[in-house]
């Protein structure tokens, strides 16, 4: 098996430490000859790779080379796979795009509604530039993204890169969700194959089967309808606003029992549960300030101090095995099923073959190979066209930089509605965004 020379971007993001458990937890699905790091902030990537650097001496020695980096060319060059988890603007800005539809008693999330056209239009620009800094590097290196709002970045990288078939959206909730499935029913999260549709953050398992082909979808059901759900993965599994999260998918399911909802459904279909149950002044952003930013921080400041993992607990999550099981999937051709992002191209018969869906796939070293979903039905289609007009509308403004294309977006969101109170978090967003958001026009072409 090739060794594989692997570089993360956004090395100084708190869940590298997470990934860094689970390469090793899978080297040897996934072996790696090198690992880069790399980061526009010196500062904050260092702690944590030299804290990896300590885990890695301990518990990966096959390792050839661990580095890091703020450089590109060092970054890129000789990269096999690069896994891209960027922030722009921090958490800081996470929590504006978390407060302010809060105050205009619509969600505050970070990538659904108006927090997540807001996140979206900081990530775009960057994201565009880190796949034009990879392809100069290592124009045949796999890009794993995970960046969000996954939904809107992977729109804007179709269009940008249209002929680029080595760029993988992915996000890890379906994957967070089948843990716990697994769970239920006693099983490995890797044992169950799952049958799914939908956009990034809005889609439902419309069955759960097992290798053999037994059909568990009703098991699940009657389990979390009978016992409730929680989560199971160790990031997430003590976490009071994960476990709020998980115990409205009982809702969900009561309310809508024929499939098995994508959690951040929540959001679109219970709003204003959602703005009720938020405190402006803890939202999620403020919480992982407050809990996995210092949690992590601490834990690497004390791996650095004994030089060694002894007096630290780390462990493996969902997230970062998800990631590593689709990078060896593509890289040793094995043709395994994850659910990932693709443009649609028929794979939903009814919906139109421009946007970008998450579904399984098979990856190959070809790249991923859906599986036909064929028609979806009527609730499931009206809810997805009503996001998608969203997510292409977003995108549309980026490239137009058109306020009057954001204001049909947010108007168009089921979190938002009312087109005053769009244009009143629409505001706040360009005020708070102006060190990030490209400049906007109305349609008159009068700078706002
Ligand atoms: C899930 C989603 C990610 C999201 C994350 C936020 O993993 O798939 O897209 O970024 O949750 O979690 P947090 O704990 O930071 O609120
Ligand atoms: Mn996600």
Known sequence: MKKQNLTITGGGSTYTIGMIMSLIEEKKTFPLRSITFYDTDAGRQEKIARASEIILKEKYPELE????????????????????????????????????????????QETCGPGGMAYGFRSIGDMIDVVNDIRHYAPEAWIL???????????????????????????????????????????????????????????????????????????????????????????????????????????????????????????????????????????????????R???????????????????VELEVDIHGCYMIRVAASLAYNRGETYIVIVENNGIISNMPSDAMVEVPAALTSRGPKPFAVGEI?????????????????????????????LMQALTLNRTVVDAPAAKAILDDLIEANKDFWPELYRSRQEAV
Not at 74 to 98: C, H, N, P, S, W
Not at 298 to 311: A, V
């Open 65 to 108: 080379t661990v580095s890091w980096t703020t450089d590109k060319k060092e970054a890129y060059e000789g990269a096999d796979f690069v896994f891209v988890q960027i922030r722009t603007g921090g958490l800081k800005m996470r929590e504006q795009d978390e407060q302010i539809p809060l105050r205009h008693g619509r969600v505050g």
């Open 293 to 311: 930013e210092k949690r992590v921080h601490t834990l690497s400041e004390q791996i650095i101090e004994d030089n060694s993992t002894e007096n």
């Open 145 to 291: 993204n995970y960046t969000n709002p996954a939904a809107i970045v992977a729109e804007a990288l179709r269009r940008e890169f249209p002929e680029d078939n080595k760029i993988l959206n992915i996000c890890d909730m379906p994957a967070a969700i089948m843990v716990s499935y697994a769970k239920i029913l006693g099983r490995e999260i890797w044992d169950l194959v799952p049958e799914y549709f939908g956009l990034n953050h809005f889609g439902w398992f419309t069955d759960i089967y097992d290798k053999e082909g037994n059909r568990l979808t009703d098991d699940i059901k009657r389990a979390i309808t009978e016992d409730g759900f929680i989560p199971e993965d160790s990031e997430i599994v003590n976490d009071p606003s994960w476990i709020k999260t998980f115990k409205q998918v009982e809702t969900m399911l009561s309310h809508f029992p024929e499939y098995l909802p994508n959690t951040y459904l929540q959001y679109y279909l219970y709003p204003s549960d959602m703005v009720e149950k938020e405190e402006i002044d803890n939202t999620r952003a403020r919480q992982v300030i407050n809990g």
């Open 377 to 405: 039905k009527t609730f499931y289609k009206g809810l997805m066209e009503g996001q998608l007009a969203f997510e292409k509308l977003v995108v549309d403004a980026w490239y137009e930089q058109s306020y009057d294309k």
